[in-house]
Nanobody
Framework: VQLQASGGGLVQAGGSLRLSCAAS????????MGWFRQAPGKEREFVAATRLSDGVIDVADSVKGRFTISRDSAKTTVYLQMNSLKPDDTAVYYC????????????????????WGQGTLVTVSS
């Protein structure tokens, strides 16, 4: 599977952006897709993920209430709607896909995601 992320850019604090991640090739329709991010000088961290079979989602506490993850009906594209952006949200955002259906408690495990997109930069100015 190949993942193509898009939608990053520069936005002022309080603004919104929508990231998209399109999967092609042998897609993992029975697994999950998610978003991780890596800020300068920090480790990559989980942001949000959705289980493709039933749409169950998990969202990191740091973005809960501001970010929403969704998928299309074909289960090949996931979106990350980011509202009320803060300078701390500045990072490279990576989409990822895993082949197997995770239990919810394991959906954040980065090691289980076999496919990764190229990353899209989100910069939030104060």
């Amino acid at each position: 599977v190949q993942l193509q992320a898009s939608g990053g850019g520069l936005v002022q604090a309080g603004g919104s952006l929508r990231l998209s991640c399109a999967a092609s090739g042998r897609t993992f329709s029975g697994g999950a897709m998610g978003w991780f991010r890596q800020a300068p000088g920090k480790e990559r961290e989980f942001v949000a993920a959705t289980r493709l079979s039933d749409g169950v989602i998990d969202v990191a506490d740091s973005v809960k209430g501001r970010f929403t993850i969704s998928r299309d009906s074909a289960k090949t594209t996931v979106y990350l709607q980011m509202n009320s952006l803060k300078p701390d949200d500045t990072a490279v955002y990576y989409c990822a896909a895993r082949r197997t259906r995770p239990i919810l408690s394991a959906i954040r495990r980065e090691i289980d995601y076999a496919a990764w997109g190229q990353g899209t930069l989100v910069t939030v100015s104060s």
